[in-house]
């Protein structure tokens, strides 16, 4: 779940999509059928302006009607990110606003971390640091909470959970911080330069989740996959290399890959089950050959 605050955007920005240009009554008509409280006119004027800043989409007024609509629809085609934000919650948060359907529509629950998010995207604008409480979970430590300075470059959703993407300075180098297990966030006055060469899709572009390791460089992966499997991989790809090599009706497919082999990966395939065989590099086969066996040993 995002921000309330960004909720209301993106309600704006999907009400004004589908439908004939609205006067601001009409709009007021339909918050006040969604939302709690009144929508003064100058909330309205300010909803705007964030829209056009945060994804460069005009809603515009026609003075001859008075009424308010989207000028530049197509920009949101070349923008992944509205698309996504508009597909994923043009729906209401808020269940109460089903009257009654809250027991027939089910969503899987979402960490805690989305209170952290209108602070993040303030800083990520801003270009300014971030000071963080963070839990972590690494036994060897002493210490479960730690203290984080972080300039965030990026965020990323991946299996259901937000990730921040940045240089952490304590450890000098790029990380991901999981927001569920954020304790507390402050947005410093510390500014900072994004690298003129970052770029957030070339980060991730070998991995699958968001561990990356410049020491495990891309490598050409192989499997063959059984039964109805292969129809959800060619539904839901599991990376966006994937290609589908050979097919034998009835009995299996084979898709390739460009990816680095890292334990998310590794996840991805285990979760499979036996409809999944691994063909190529040999240090994944022999890797999953072991997860397998240790697997085994449990049951015995």
Not at 24 to 36: G, H, P, T, V
Not at 50 to 71: L, W
Not at 227 to 237: D, I, M, N
Request: hydrophobic share 35%; charged share 30%; proline share 4%.
């Amino acid at each position: 779940m995002i921000s309330k605050t960004y909720y209301k955007y993106i309600w704006l920005l999907d009400l004004l999509l589908n439908s004939k240009p609205l006067t601001y009554e009409a709009i007021c008509n339909e918050w006040n059928s969604r939302f709690d409280g009144e929508l003064p006119r100058r909330s309205f004027h300010e909803y705007r302006d964030r829209i056009k800043e945060m994804f460069g989409v005009d809603i515009m007024c026609n003075r001859s009607g008075n009424t308010y609509y989207v000028a530049n629809p197509e920009v949101i085609e070349s923008n992944k990110l509205t698309k996504w934000l508009l597909y994923n919650y043009s729906i209401p948060q808020d269940f109460a606003t089903f009257n009654g359907m809250k027991d027939r529509i089910l969503l899987e629950k979402i960490p805690q971390g989305q209170a952290f998010l209108d602070s993040i995207i303030d800083a990520m604008q801003r270009n300014v640091e971030l000071k963080i409480e963070y839990q972590c979970y690494d036994r060897d430590k002493e210490e479960h909470m730690q203290m984080f300075h972080i300039q965030p470059y990026a965020m990323k959703v991946y299996n259901h959970r937000w990730y921040l993407l940045g240089y952490l300075k304590e450890h000098e180098g790029l990380r991901n911080i999981a927001l569920d297990r954020i304790l507390n966030l402050k947005v410093l006055n510390t500014k900072f330069d994004l690298p003129a060469d970052f770029d957030a899709r070339r980060y991730y572009a070998n991995v699958v989740g968001v561990f990356v390791n410049d020491d495990l460089p891309p490598k050409n992966v192989k499997i063959r996959v059984y039964g109805v499997q292969a129809e959800y991989l060619r539904s839901t790809p599991l990376h966006k290399s994937q290609k589908e090599t050979y097919y034998k009706r009835g009995e299996f497919s084979e898709f390739t890959y460009k990816l680095s082999i890292t334990p998310e990966l590794i996840s991805q395939l285990l979760s499979m089950g036996s409809q999944v065989e691994v063909l190529e590099p040999e240090e994944l086969r022999e890797e999953m050959k072991e997860r397998i066996s240790n697997m085994f040993n449990f049951y015995k």
